[in-house]
């Protein structure tokens, strides 16, 4: 009998894990994971280096290196935070080998204080490649407005990007034209795109709870009816923009120089709400061509009892469509929903990373202090 996780990857569907640390490195469990579980990638946050840097010990001689150097805070998490990114890429090095970098990729964030700030973005971008120095890192950059013509420009400069914090199917266009202009930028600029690499990380869970909430207040039994839908919706129509605006002309001409397409990412797949499947954001999202990037609870029970039954987002666009004009019709704005949660989503990162920056400054000052 198969694992559910290696049926999912034989449906075509890449299973990155949502999570890195120094202990999950040298105790070999992300070893493990890739050789018993099908993890052919990583995703990193801000919230998950705040977690990891602050539940235990495996930093402490890092950082009193750092203190002892006399290095910032900022240059302290800089260097714990690439250590660890670089150390994964050459964990899934023999992953990126076999698939030509399309899995293999671990990411890391740009500073989440610079959402707001294109240049500032672009310069961080550059820095952060410079520094991991692997062939397999993805750059993370959130798809603010500003973020657009920062993807453009660090494409352009032949890096690989994972696009994060996508909520709108709107501004999901955006960022795959932004995708494509980078490419083309690229290519101007004399880079190999098949060397280049991308994903869009659409995120799935955080609309079902902020929605869920709109129809709990609604109350009614229509509104109840429609309650643990809108996530997979959204991200079902998510994958339809995704198959138009690589089926175009411009894209033919991109994909004929070499270029690979950006593809589809489910982020925030951890379910939320006790009352769903713990696999409903996995099982429900499966196609070939899309990563789902899970946090190690969600990995785990899909790979203890998911049900996988093949592809089970082709034929579901009317459906999907179905679920959002209903939402409207009751009144909540699918406009309102997805601005807020793009608003929250970069306040918790922004907020995880400032309470990181306090954590390693006193970190640092004890370590000095002992020296």
């Not at 959402?115 to 410079?130: C, M, P, Q, V």
């Not at 793009?342 to 309470?355: I, R, T």
Request: hydrophobic content about 45%; some cysteine.
């Amino acid at each position: 009998m198969t694992t559910p996780t290696q049926q999912l990857s034989d449906v075509g569907v890449s299973i990155w894990l949502d999570d890195l640390s120094r202990e999950r490195l040298s105790s070999g469990s992300l070893r493990k994971l890739i050789e018993e579980k099908n993890v052919v990638g990583v995703t990193t946050n801000p919230s998950i280096f705040h977690a990891a840097i602050t539940s235990g010990s495996d930093y402490d001689a890092k950082i009193a290196e750092e203190a002892a150097k006399g290095a910032s805070v900022e240059e302290t998490i800089f260097e714990i935070t690439t250590t660890d990114v670089a150390d994964a890429c050459d964990l899934f090095a023999p992953v990126a080998a076999a698939t030509k970098g399309v899995d293999g990729r671990v990411s890391i964030e740009v500073d989440p204080r610079l959402a707001w700030d294109t240049e500032g973005t672009i310069a961080e971008a550059k820095h952060l490649y410079k520094k991991v120095a692997k062939d397999n890192v993805h750059i993370k950059i959130p798809a603010t407005v500003e973020g657009l013509a920062a993807i453009t420009a660090v494409l352009g400069e032949g890096i690989s990007v994972n696009v994060t914090l996508i909520f709108s199917l709107e501004r999901y266009r955006a960022v795959i034209n932004a995708f494509q202009s980078g490419l083309e930028l690229a290519k101007e600029n004399g880079h190999d795109l098949s060397k280049i690499h991308s994903v869009a990380s659409f995120f799935v869970s955080r609309v079902d709870t902020e929605i869920d909430k709109r129809l709990d207040a609604i109350g009614t039994e229509e509104a109840k009816a429609l309650k643990g839908k809108a996530g997979v919706a959204n991200a079902r129509l998510a994958f339809q923009v995704y198959e138009e605006l690589f089926a175009t002309e411009r894209w033919a001409v991109l994909a004929e120089a070499g270029a690979l397409p950006q593809r589809p990412l489910w982020a925030s797949t951890g379910v939320k709400d006790p009352a769903y499947p713990d696999t409903l954001y996995v099982t429900e999202l499966a196609a070939a061509g899309v990563v789902n990037t899970m946090p190690e609870k969600t990995l785990e029970a899909t790979f203890d009892h998911g049900v996988v039954t093949g592809d089970t987002i082709a034929g579901s666009y009317e459906e999907a469509n179905g679920v959002l004009n209903a939402l409207e019709n009751l009144g909540v704005s699918y406009n309102d929903v997805v601005a807020l949660l793009e608003s929250e989503g970069l306040d918790k990162f922004v907020a995880s990373w400032k309470e990181l920056l306090g954590d390693v400054e006193g970190a640092l000052a004890s370590a000095r202090k002992a020296s």
